[in-house]
């Protein structure tokens, strides 16, 4: 898990577009939104889940 990323906030977290589960990519440092085809990053152990910082998937 990312450092200070609780485990049970992942659990709670949700796409703020469609609210969907979000997906944790560990290698990346960002969740990823499946539905909606974006990934919000983490920085420092928090997740950024603003709109302006997503990244559409290319998937």
């Known amino acids: 898990m990312a ?4 485990p049970k906030l992942l659990e709670i977290l949700a ?3 469609c609210l969907a589960r979000l ?3 560990a290698q990346h440092q960002r969740l990823i939104c499946r539905y909606e085809r974006l990934a919000y ?4 152990g928090v997740p950024l889940l603003l709109a302006e ?3 559409t998937l290319k998937e």
């Open 15 to 17: 796409c703020p577009r």
């Open 53 to 55: 910082k997503a990244e």
């Open 41 to 44: 990053p983490i920085k420092n």
């Open 3 to 6: 450092e200070g990323l609780n």
């Open 23 to 25: 997906q944790y990519d």
